[in-house]
């Protein structure tokens, strides 16, 4: 049996969605029909959902995977087996768009192949450190355990972007309305009160003259071309792949932007310390664990930096010594890894730096947010001034003169 995933109407013309198991697609739609629905669109349950203009819309968002890992770990505790906690999972309403695509994992796992192995094939979204992670898991007999590590190490990074996420908004909306509103003033408002000035022979001062000709810049110039810049920008580093040279320069560049490059880096170092570690406790040999964690920075640079030195450690290199080799993590990980080869306590030592630059990152965006809100202040402040006193100077100059 197949699980497809349907959408259509039902004889009383409502819109309806879900999954129905049938033999092939034929047989779904026979099903289908005998149970009153009139099926507009009728695929195999397990890939990534069409979106509009023939996208590819991925399901498996990270908080899903993260419930499914943690529930998963949870029913094969209580002693259900994996075919059927996939089923009880599939039945549950928190997963919504993410049901059909674990429906395919089940029939994969139900063909008999590993749950690994579905989890890989079944969505973009999944990384290749979750699929080493269950495969572990699976090859010792503790796939129980790695889903509840790795559904741990989920939610820690969902708590992360969301808490960044959160403490952006503000900041953001200040600044999006600092825009929209200083083009519009600079390139509509300013100009025609200039003309206006103009056209009753009132002498302008230099302030406002120096308005004018930035709100016809702004106008004519500057909106255009950054809106042409945002686009062939936007594309260009869509198109072009993750390890092309533009990408890793950009990437290379990041961690030399003051303050943000810092940042940057503390982020990139917990990564890297909590996934080797999550690995390593796991059972997944050095080596590999050094490619994967290299991945799960988000750096492609990083990530062909460890890829380089993962060879130096195959060849019997030290791990401290390959990490010292790499910018972003030279910093203070490789002392905690020295610390953990001394000691034969690898895991923990990692586990102890993650800890380390965790406090760091909190401080540095802390430091950073608590910083950006009066400079925004300050800097919409002064461009409000100017542009009343670009209006009001001409308005006193004219009252003087019919006085």
């Not at 209580?78 to 993410?98: C, F, H, T, V």
């Not at 401290?320 to 002392?335: K, Q």
Request: aromatic content about 6%; glycine content about 10%.
């Amino acid at each position: 049996m197949k699980t497809f995933s349907y959408k259509g109407y039902e004889a009383s013309g409502r819109a309806t969605r879900g999954l129905v198991e049938a033999l092939d697609l034929k047989d779904a739609r026979e099903k289908l029909s005998g149970q009153g629905v009139f099926p507009e669109r009728v695929v195999p349950a397990g890939n990534d959902t069409a979106g509009s203009w023939g996208r590819r819309t991925p399901s498996f968002s990270l908080d899903a995977r993260a419930m499914i890992y943690r529930e998963l770990s949870a029913l094969l505790g209580a002693g259900i087996p994996l075919s059927q906690a996939l089923e009880i999972l599939i039945d549950s309403p928190e997963l919504g768009g993410s049901r059909p695509t674990l429906a395919g994992v089940r029939d994969q796992v139900r063909d008999g192949d590993s749950l690994a192995e579905a989890l890989k094939g079944s969505s973009s979204r999944v990384t290749a450190f979750e699929a080493a992670m269950v495969a572990v898991g699976e090859r010792a007999g503790e796939l129980e355990e790695s889903l509840n590590r790795l559904g741990s190490y989920l939610e820690q990074q969902l708590t992360m972007r969301e808490n960044v996420g959160t403490a952006l908004i503000y900041p953001a909306i200040v600044v999006v309305l600092a825009l929209v509103i200083g083009a519009s003033v600079l390139g509509i408002m300013v100009p025609r009160i200039g003309m206006l000035l103009t056209e009753n022979k009132v002498p302008l001062p230099l302030l406002t003259q120096f308005m004018m000709a930035a709100g016809t810049f702004v106008s004519k110039f500057l909106l255009p071309t950054f809106l042409v810049a945002g686009l062939a920008g936007f594309l260009f580093f869509r198109k072009i792949p993750p390890d092309a040279g533009p990408r890793l320069w950009w990437q290379k560049a990041c961690f030399s932007i003051p303050f943000a490059g810092r940042a940057y880096a503390a982020l990139v170092n917990i990564r890297f310390a909590r996934t080797l570690a999550l690995l390593i406790r796991g059972g997944v040999p050095l080596v590999e664990s050094m490619g994967l964690a290299g991945r799960s920075t988000g750096s492609p640079w990083v990530e062909r930096l460890v890829d380089e030195e993962s060879e130096s450690v195959r060849q019997g290199g030290r791990l401290s010594d390959s990490v010292r080799r790499i910018p972003p993590l030279r910093t203070s990980l490789p002392g905690w890894i020295e610390a953990g080869e001394a000691s034969g306590d690898l895991v923990g030592m990692l586990e102890c730096a993650a800890d380390r630059h965790q406090h760091q990152w909190d401080r540095l965006v802390s430091r950073f947010l608590a910083m950006l809100e009066p400079i925004l202040v300050i800097l919409v402040g002064g461009f409000v001034l100017l542009v009343a006193l670009s209006i009001l100077l001409p308005i006193l100059s004219m009252n003087k003169q019919l006085l």
